[in-house]
C-alpha cells in the first residue's frame, strides 16, 4: 500500500492548501509524473498519426501555417515518428511551400479535453511535394536485418524531437515520409504552452 505524505503548498492562486503527497512504497521517493505526461493530463497535449499502404504511390505528409496572432510566446516541443516497411526518408521543413492535401484536425491526447491546437490549427494531411524552405529535421530510414527485440525483419523506423520553442508567425512547416512500395505510418506528438507558464 503507497505511503503518504501531507504537504504544505503555497500559491497565489489557491492561498494555502494542504495536499497529502503520495510516496512510492518500497523506496518512498515521491509519486510523480514527467512534465510531458503532465501536458497531457492538462489537456494541451496532442498528435496526428496516418499510414499509408504504399509510400511510392501515397506518400505521407502533415503541414500547417502558423496563425497571424501572437504566437512567439507560444511553445511547441514536438516528437516525431515515422516508420516503414522498407528503405524510406523521411524530411521535416520550414519556410516552404505546398498545396492540396485534406485539412484535418489534431487529436488531443487527453480525450474529454475540449483544449484545442493553438499552433497546428489550420493543419493539412497529403498534399503535393513541398518547395523551399529550410530542412531542420531529417532521417533514412534503412533496412534492417533478421530483426531484433525492438523492430521486426525488414522493418525500418526512426524517433526524433524538433523543439520548435517559438514558431515563426505565418511560416508553413511540412513533416513528409516518402519511400518504396511499402506500408509506412507517420506520427506527430507535442505539447503547447506559453512561455514560463504554470
Same mark, same amino acid.
Given at each position: 500500500?503507497?505511503?503518504?505524505?501531507?504537504?504544505?503548498?503555497?500559491?497565489?492562486?489557491?492561498?494555502?492548501?494542504?495536499?497529502?503527497?503520495? =510516496?512510492?512504497?518500497?523506496?518512498?521517493?515521491?509519486?510523480?509524473?514527467?512534465?510531458?505526461?503532465?501536458?497531457?493530463?492538462?489537456?494541451?497535449?496532442?498528435?496526428?498519426?496516418?499510414?499509408?499502404? *504504399?509510400?511510392?504511390?501515397?506518400?505521407?505528409?502533415? +503541414?500547417?501555417?502558423?496563425?497571424?496572432?501572437?504566437?512567439?510566446?507560444?511553445?511547441?516541443? =514536438?516528437?516525431?515518428?515515422?516508420?516503414?516497411?522498407?528503405?524510406?526518408?523521411?524530411?521535416? =521543413?520550414?519556410?516552404?511551400?505546398?498545396?492540396?492535401?485534406?485539412?484535418?484536425?489534431?487529436?488531443?491526447?487527453?480525450?474529454?479535453?475540449?483544449?484545442?491546437?493553438?499552433?497546428?490549427?489550420?493543419?493539412?494531411?497529403?498534399?503535393?511535394?513541398?518547395?523551399?524552405?529550410?530542412?531542420?529535421?531529417?532521417?533514412?530510414?534503412?533496412?534492417?536485418?533478421?530483426?531484433?527485440?525492438?523492430?521486426?525483419?525488414?522493418?525500418?523506423?526512426?524517433?526524433?524531437?524538433?523543439? =520548435?520553442?517559438?514558431?515563426?508567425?505565418?511560416?508553413? +512547416?511540412?513533416?513528409?515520409?516518402?519511400?518504396?512500395? +511499402?506500408?509506412? *505510418?507517420?506520427?506527430?506528438?507535442?505539447?503547447?504552452?506559453?512561455?514560463?507558464?504554470?
Amino acid at each position: 500500500m503507497p505511503r503518504t505524505i501531507d504537504c504544505i503548498v503555497i500559491s497565489s492562486a489557491d492561498r494555502t492548501k494542504l495536499r497529502t503527497l503520495q =510516496l512510492d512504497a518500497s523506496t518512498l521517493a515521491l509519486t510523480i509524473v514527467d512534465y510531458p505526461h503532465h501536458e497531457v493530463h492538462d489537456g494541451r497535449s496532442f498528435k496526428l498519426y496516418a499510414r499509408s499502404l *504504399n509510400l511510392s504511390t501515397t506518400p505521407l505528409q502533415f +503541414y500547417f501555417t502558423t496563425p497571424t496572432v501572437a504566437v512567439t510566446e507560444r511553445r511547441l516541443h =514536438l516528437v516525431e515518428i515515422a516508420w516503414s516497411g522498407g528503405e524510406a526518408e523521411f524530411v521535416a =521543413l520550414r519556410g516552404c511551400t505546398v498545396s492540396g492535401g485534406v485539412a484535418t484536425a489534431p487529436k488531443n491526447r487527453r480525450h474529454d479535453s475540449p483544449n484545442n491546437s493553438i499552433i497546428l490549427g489550420n493543419c493539412f494531411v497529403g498534399g503535393n511535394a513541398p518547395t523551399g524552405g529550410e530542412e531542420f529535421s531529417g532521417e533514412y530510414l534503412g533496412q534492417s536485418g533478421a530483426g531484433n527485440s525492438s523492430t521486426s525483419a525488414g522493418r525500418s523506423r526512426g524517433d526524433c524531437t524538433a523543439a =520548435l520553442s517559438r514558431p515563426f508567425r505565418e511560416t508553413t +512547416y511540412s513533416f513528409r515520409l516518402t519511400g518504396g512500395a +511499402y506500408r509506412g *505510418n507517420l506520427f506527430l506528438g507535442w505539447y503547447e504552452h506559453a512561455d514560463k507558464e504554470k
